[in-house]
């Protein structure tokens, strides 16, 4: 591949995840590499077995493997491992590692839930309202938070996510892992009394 073909390839792979990430999507690189087949910039070879479509084929499968280096090394763009176990990217300037990370998991509210409850009660440290779930960028259905919830307290490795209860009923979560019960009680009701009486 020459300077100019890898320079074109360049541009035309980040304007994909680049476009994606706007659209507030996660871009692997078979997405890429289909839209640049999609677009022209990669031609795909019919099986007609010439040499003319063998150049292709080789040139096709040399950049999808040059695909892997220019994904992972330019600036703008930054990748992690996704729940499927493929390497997903996006452009954090237009949809942050978190979010990223929040819409890669969507698939699996017991992880999604999880991870974020331990991470609030990790990072900041604070239980979470059961209700954050319904709200965006999450958007679970109450049911399905009910349904998740039963599902995990059953599960072996969500063992640590309980809850406490305010005095007026509203249920927070979070990790014992990283939280005590009574300090989570107490954190939960004074976020509840802070929303009450701002």
Do not use: W
Not at 18 to 26: C, F, P, V
Not at 82 to 95: A, F, R
Not at 136 to 150: D, K, N, V, W
Not at 174 to 184: I, K, N, P, T, V
Request: proline residues 6%; glycine residues 6%.
């Amino acid at each position: 591949m020459t300077s100019e073909e890898q320079a074109r390839l360049t541009k035309a792979a980040v304007v994909v995840v680049l476009q994606a990430s706007q659209e507030g999507r996660l871009t692997t690189r078979e997405d890429v590499l289909q839209a640049l087949v999609s677009g022209g910039i990669i031609r795909q070879a019919e099986d007609q077995g010439d040499s003319d479509d063998a150049r292709r084929r080789l040139a096709g499968e040399e950049a999808f493997a040059a695909l892997a280096g220019i994904l992972a090394e330019h600036p703008s763009l930054a990748s992690f491992q996704g729940l499927s176990g493929q390497t997903v990217y996006h452009c954090p300037d237009l949809l942050s590692r978190t979010y990223a990370r929040i819409l890669d998991r969507k698939s699996s509210p017991p992880v999604l839930m999880a991870e974020e409850i331990r991470a609030n009660s990790r990072d900041y440290p604070r239980p979470v309202p059961v209700e954050l779930f319904e709200a965006s960028p999450f958007e679970l259905p109450p049911e399905e938070i009910e349904h998740t919830l039963r599902s995990m307290a059953a599960d072996p490795q969500y063992q640590d996510i309980t809850f406490t209860t305010t005095a007026s009923g509203a249920v927070y979560l979070f990790s014992a892992l990283y939280l005590e019960r009574g300090y989570a009680a107490f954190l939960a009701q004074r976020a509840e009394s802070l929303a009450m009486n701002p």
